[in-house]
């Protein structure tokens, strides 16, 4: 190699290096989209033990089948595979796949589905109540065992806006109030007494809720949630992040 001839090949090697590394990204990029593409690949069931059991068919036969397929969906949250899909997605991927499932275990019937979504995405295990004398009162959310309900709060996505917060809780408390906003709207056909019913919450929450506030970004989520739950009415193929993304006006 000559000296002249060099200096040309390491100038192109250099030249080169920084579009191989966006090819690279590039297609990196598109395999993780094609992972995230095709919701049925995201789509698992739990593993239901085979044979008979006595206790199995009387807790089936007896307990409502509200708290059944609620028990399904909070699985599907728990579940290892469902941490890959946020990891891999984005969080608003995961709130949608959230409330595609309890579409599907609520047999596509969107009232029921979304208040399966509001119960699986319940952030907090019990309610301190304010009461006289006795100072507060625990008032139980979700009976959970504690190891399955810690599990549960750990997968949930909780990156929903730009400016949410660092750290384990980030937004996962307004998933609740979104859902729940959603399905008020949905049911009574009236976003107004969504809103209503939304501010009465925030109210009784600063006023008798230990730690409680008057929070503008649960009524955002609120606010959300009801934009959501009024327009499912006519179009039944919208999704959560649709919504999320939008910006909150008074």
């Not at 007896?62 to 290892?80: G, Q």
């Not at 469902?82 to 579409?103: M, N, P, Q, V, W």
């Not at 959501?228 to 009415?233: H, I, K, M, S």
């Amino acid at each position: 190699m000559s000296e002249r001839t060099a200096p040309l090949q390491s100038l192109c090697h250099c030249r080169m290096k920084p579009i191989l590394q966006l090819i690279t990204f590039l297609v990196s990029t598109n395999i993780v989209l094609a992972q995230c593409e095709g919701d049925l690949s995201w789509d698992f069931d739990d593993e239901h033990q085979s044979g008979f059991s006595v206790g199995k068919f009387f807790t089936e036969t007896f307990t409502p089948e509200l708290v059944l397929n609620t028990k399904v969906v909070r699985n599907y949250v728990r579940d290892a595979r469902f941490k890959t899909l946020t990891e891999r997605c984005g969080d608003l991927a995961a709130i949608d796949h959230i409330y595609l499932k309890s579409l599907k275990v609520a047999e596509y019937n969107i009232g029921r589905a979304l208040v399966l979504s509001m119960l699986t995405v319940l952030e907090h295990q019990r309610l301190n109540v304010k009461m006289p004398i006795v100072n507060s009162v625990a008032v139980p959310l979700t009976f959970e065992e504690d190891s399955l309900f810690k599990a549960r709060i750990a997968n949930l996505p909780g990156k929903i806006y730009p400016d949410s917060p660092g750290g384990l809780e980030q937004d996962k408390d307004k998933l609740q109030h979104f859902f729940a906003s959603a399905y008020l709207s949905f049911a009574s056909e009236s976003p107004e007494l969504a809103k209503s019913a939304g501010n009465m919450v925030e109210w009784a929450e600063a006023k008798f809720v230990v730690g409680g506030a008057d929070d503008a970004r649960d009524k955002r989520a609120n606010q959300q949630g009801r934009l959501f739950g009024r327009d499912l009415l006519s179009v039944k193929e919208l999704l959560p992040s649709d919504y999320l993304a939008l910006p909150f006006r008074e």
